[in-house]
């Protein structure tokens, strides 16, 4: 029996997404996790300094950074949307002024004839 290759669920929401609710919610699902990390962080240092178990605070510790630097990559993406976005913005203005120019150049207004001499 042939197994199927199955995407991911929720691959066609993030392709039928825009750009601004791609940049928005990961800007802010990293920010939380950022924020998130370091409480735990200073958690795990107040624990060390309590003197709890060494592999308590320790392992606190630990998810503490995988949980900022795991929020630094998903801010990182929001800080990709958001140039992906303004590059959006900025190539469309300039495919609109090339328009404008090109209409400009190719507008005729009147036809001369030059006149014979006899």
């Keep these: 029996m042939e197994v199927k290759r199955q995407k991911p669920p929720g691959t066609k929401l993030l392709k039928r997404m825009s750009l601004y609710t791609k940049w928005l919610l990961s ?7 950022i ?15 309590t003197n709890a ?8 510790g630990s998810y503490s950074l995988i949980m900022i630097n795991g929020g630094l990559c ?6 990709i949307f958001k140039i992906k976005m303004e590059n959006k913005k900025l190539i ?7 328009a404008k120019c090109a209409s400009k150049k190719l507008r005729i207004t009147t036809l001369e004839i030059p006149k014979e001499e006899e």
Excluded: D, M, Y
Excluded at 53 to 60: G, T
């Design 74 to 79: 998903v801010f990182g993406q929001a800080i």
């Design 53 to 60: 178990p060494f592999l308590r605070w320790f392992l606190l």
């Design 27 to 33: 800007a802010i699902g990293g920010l939380t996790l």
């Design 92 to 98: 469309k203005k300039a495919l609109k002024e090339r």
């Design 35 to 49: 924020g998130f990390g370091l409480s735990v962080f200073s958690e795990a240092t107040n624990l060390k300094h």
